[in-house]
């Protein structure tokens, strides 16, 4: 059973940068994706990045603000948020997919393994 712990989540103002950090308990390869719950809303595909460097996937609402990345030696994985929004205000979480797709960069949460316990950004206008 893998375990994801994140970090790094916090209050800024609109227009600041927050980095989220997601460390997997075990040293291994996964496809890796940031999903958000906003207050009263669904669960949604943020970011993902696939388990071999190079191939990922962004939400239309965060392209050309959030960079998703890893550091397989370190077996870490961030998702750097520049240009923050009031709506960008949620619970983000860290999932990891087991998969042999080496590019695969899926949003469906269903396909999701496990999950990290989530942290919240809150940012203010």
């Known amino acids: 059973q893998v375990q994801l712990v994140e970090s790094g989540g916090g209050l800024m103002q609109a227009g600041g940068s927050l980095r989220l950090s997601c460390a997997p308990s075990?040293?291994?390869?996964?496809?890796i994706g940031w999903f958000r719950q906003p207050p009263g809303k669904e669960r949604e595909s943020v970011a993902v990045?696939?388990?071999?460097?190079?191939?990922?996937r962004y939400a239309d609402s965060v392209k050309g603000r959030f960079t998703i990345s890893r550091d397989n030696a370190k077996n870490t994985m961030s998702l750097q948020m520049n240009s923050l929004k009031p709506e960008d205000t949620a619970v983000y979480y860290c999932?990891?997919?087991?998969?042999?797709?080496?590019?695969?960069?899926?949003?469906?949460?269903?396909?999701?393994?496990?999950w990290g316990q989530g942290t919240q950004v809150t940012v203010s206008s």
């Open positions: 999932a990891a997919r087991t998969t042999s797709n080496s590019h695969s960069v899926s949003t469906a949460q269903w396909q999701y393994d496990y």
């Open positions: 075990e040293r291994t390869s996964y496809e």
């Open positions: 990045i696939s388990k071999s460097v190079g191939s990922t």
